[in-house]
């Protein structure tokens, strides 16, 4: 197993992760408002696709705080990652996790990151600059294939 340097997540990359995951959302929820005007009318319904974008920002809003206030103190805990051809393994707060690459659904690229999603919701993050050698980052950028 290639092992890497520990890191951590920051409140700021947290944050930045929502609000990028959050305007994703919101921006596939536009063409049901439209589609929902241009059902019943723009006339009857204006104000129901002005009040349905204003709710989803006060839950937007509701949810950032409720993830602030929230005890989000083991997501920001040591991780250290570890990684040969096949597999990946994620240790953190004493306990370990397993993946195989192959079970990897989808990755997505950031210039500091990457958000490695083995379900629809959840996602793992590994940074960038944790790796010692040029050659395990080609590695494990390889085993991503992105």
């Known amino acids: 197993m290639i092992a890497t340097k520990a890191y951590h997540l920051t ?20 063409p049901f408002l ?8 723009w006339q009857t319904t204006r ?10 920002i006060l839950v937007g809003f509701c949810m950032l705080l409720w993830f602030f206030f929230k005890n ?7 991780t250290e990652l570890q990684f040969n051809d096949q597999q990946f393994q994620l240790t953190k707060n004493n306990g370990t996790s397993t993946w195989s690459f192959s079970s990897i659904r989808n990755v997505v690229v ?13 996602y793992v993050y590994v ?8 050659e395990d980052f080609k590695k494990f950028k390889s085993r ?3």
Do not use: C, D
């Open 11 to 30: 409140k700021k990359t947290y944050r930045n992760i929502f609000f990028s995951k959050m305007k994703r959302n919101i921006l596939q929820l536009i």
């Open 144 to 146: 991503l294939n992105v």
């Open 34 to 41: 439209l589609f929902f005007t241009l059902l019943f009318g």
């Open 127 to 134: 940074p960038k600059n944790i790796f010692y050698t040029e």
């Open 110 to 122: 950031h210039e500091e990151y990457w958000l490695i999603y083995l379900t629809i919701n959840s």
């Open 47 to 56: 104000f129901i696709a002005l009040y349905s974008v204003v709710a989803l």
């Open 72 to 78: 989000l103190t083991p997501f920001f805990n040591k």
